[in-house]
C-alpha cells in the first residue's frame, strides 16, 4: 500500500518567509521546509496497481499552463472547542482551483474515493497540541495575518508519497507533471 498526494513545491525564497514565522506559539509542532508544500488533492492508501492507474489520469490534468498564486494571511484549522493546525492562506485563484479539480477528478476516473469537503487551498504550518493555549494562538495569527508573498509561478505539480513517522510525515516526490 502506498499513501498519495499531489501536491505543488514551495519555492525556497517562500520557504524562507514561512520559516521565519515558524516560531513563538508553545504547543506548535512546526513542519519543516521539506514538508512545506501546497495540497492539490489527498488520494490516501492504495494498492501500487491503483497508483498506477491514477498516476497516468493525472498526466490528463497536466493541461492548465503555467500560472501564479500568492500566499496571504494565515489562520487556523479546528472545530468550536479547539484548533488543531495553523496554515498559511492563499488568494483566490480560477487557474489553481482548476488544476486542484482536475487532480480531483483523476483520481475518481482511478476508482479512488476522495474526500467530500470542498477544496481550501493552504500551506500547513504547525500541527497544534490539543493543550496549545487558544489565546496564544489568537495572538499568533494576528501577530503574522499580514503575510503576503510574491507570485509563486507553478510550471509542474507533483504526484506525493507519505509515510507517516512518530517525527511526522516524511515525502518523496514519485512523479513530476509538467503544466
Known amino acids: 500500500m502506498i499513501r498519495l498526494f499531489t501536491a505543488l513545491s514551495i519555492p525556497d ?3 524562507d518567509t ?3 514565522r515558524q516560531s513563538g506559539l508553545p504547543g506548535a509542532k512546526w513542519r519543516t521546509r521539506d ?3 501546497l495540497t492539490l488533492a489527498f488520494y490516501g492508501e492504495m494498492e501500487e496497481r491503483r497508483a498506477d492507474d491514477l498516476a497516468a489520469e493525472l498526466s490528463r490534468a497536466a493541461t492548465a499552463g503555467p500560472f501564479e498564486f500568492s500566499l496571504r494571511g494565515v489562520g487556523a484549522f479546528g472545530d468550536a472547542h479547539r484548533s488543531h493546525s495553523l496554515w498559511a492562506g492563499v488568494e ?3 487557474r489553481l482551483s482548476v488544476l486542484a479539480g482536475r487532480c480531483r477528478a483523476a483520481g475518481e476516473r482511478a476508482g479512488v474515493v476522495m474526500e467530500k469537503r470542498d477544496y481550501r487551498p493552504h500551506v500547513t504550518l504547525a500541527y497544534l497540541k490539543p ?3 487558544p489565546d496564544r494562538i489568537g495572538a499568533w495569527i494576528i501577530g503574522h495575518n499580514l503575510l503576503h508573498s510574491p507570485p509563486i509561478r507553478v510550471d509542474r505539480f507533483g504526484l506525493w508519497s507519505s509515510v507517516l513517522t512518530h ?3 516524511r515525502y518523496q516526490l514519485e512523479q513530476e507533471y509538467w503544466l
Request: charged letters at 30%.
Open 13 to 15: 525564497d517562500v520557504a
Open 18 to 20: 514561512l520559516e521565519r
Open 35 to 37: 514538508q512545506l508544500h
Open 92 to 94: 483566490p485563484n480560477e
Open 131 to 133: 493543550q496549545t493555549n
Open 167 to 169: 517525527d511526522g510525515s
